[in-house]
């Protein structure tokens, strides 16, 4: 699924959230007419907040993001943008869903919801995040890397595609019309994007232990016809001609190893140095 997603931390409130719809930012389903290409002379700094092995509440993550967002504005404005950010983490167990979601895919009563139901302002449709799903959302001034949004989503699904491959042996591919990382029929990884200015947020989920009956729940990104999978999963799948050592590997350890690829993959996709800074939402 294309989960396209465009502070002080406040409380947002579950499901009855107002529709930002009418917002005019661009949104991974823009189509841009005349991409202008930039293009940095070093690596740009990015500001890392990795939480990852931490459960983070969907809404402080949600709120905090828009509000770097907002940050990084105002810093555009002043020509005062020096660095992009970086944060990793995992969710406590939440259904989102986009703007133009439909109900039809859910499986349950709204109003009594398994688990907390938000609906953001990016694109797409629903979608699960829990224990074990490794998310990174990336702020990024596109203007310092590359002024187009399919260039950007492909950029995050080459991101996934050399961590099962490099890290699991895993041949992973993408599919012709659609977003996100496949290996065979099973989806490892949703990505969805919004972007304000050409300041991306959201971002990538990647399935590596997670507990995939929640799914079952929805149509995840409004696909019918294609399964949900896991690392987890397909290693057991495979373990006798998996050959890349990670099959008896425990939860604990898989995350790790996943981790440490996936920002050693967008460190080298990205062009991009680390600077590894505290996170307010482990501080409040």
Not at 10 to 23: D, V
Not at 38 to 67: F, G, H, I, N
Not at 206 to 220: G, R
Request: proline residues 5%.
């Amino acid at each position: 699924m294309v989960v396209f997603t465009n502070s002080m931390f406040c409380s947002i409130p579950p499901w009855k959230l107002r529709n930002p719809s009418k917002i005019k930012e661009h949104s991974s389903t823009a189509i841009l007419k005349s991409p202008t290409l930039t293009s940095c002379q070093a690596k740009r700094c990015c500001d890392c907040y990795d939480m990852y092995k931490e459960l983070v509440p969907y809404a402080k993550a949600w709120s905090w993001q828009k509000t770097i967002v907002d940050e990084r504005k105002a810093q555009i404005e002043r020509n005062e943008d020096l660095a992009d950010t970086l944060i990793v983490l995992q969710h406590q167990p939440v259904y989102t869903l986009g703007t133009g979601s439909s109900e039809e895919n859910i499986h349950f009563d709204v109003k009594k919801a398994p688990f907390e139901l938000y609906r953001t302002e990016r694109g797409g449709e629903v979608t699960y995040h829990g224990p074990g799903q490794l998310v990174m959302y990336p702020i990024i001034n596109l203007r310092y890397h590359k002024m187009d949004l399919h260039w950007y989503l492909r950029s995050l699904e080459e991101v996934i595609i050399r961590v099962l491959s490099s890290s699991f042996s895993m041949e992973a591919s993408r599919i012709d019309g659609l977003t996100g990382v496949w290996v065979g029929g099973q989806k490892l990884a949703a990505i969805g994007i919004r972007v304000s200015q050409w300041v991306t947020y959201h971002g990538l989920a990647l399935n590596v232990t997670t507990d995939l009956a929640p799914f079952q729940q929805i149509v995840p990104c409004g696909i019918r016809d294609r399964q949900v999978g896991s690392i987890k999963g397909l290693l057991r799948e495979h373990s006798h001609s998996n050959g890349c050592g990670t099959e008896n590997l425990d939860d604990v350890q898989l995350i790790d190893v996943t981790h440490k690829s996936l920002v050693k993959e967008f460190c080298e996709v990205f062009q991009v140095e680390l600077q590894c800074k505290p996170s307010p939402l482990l501080i409040s």
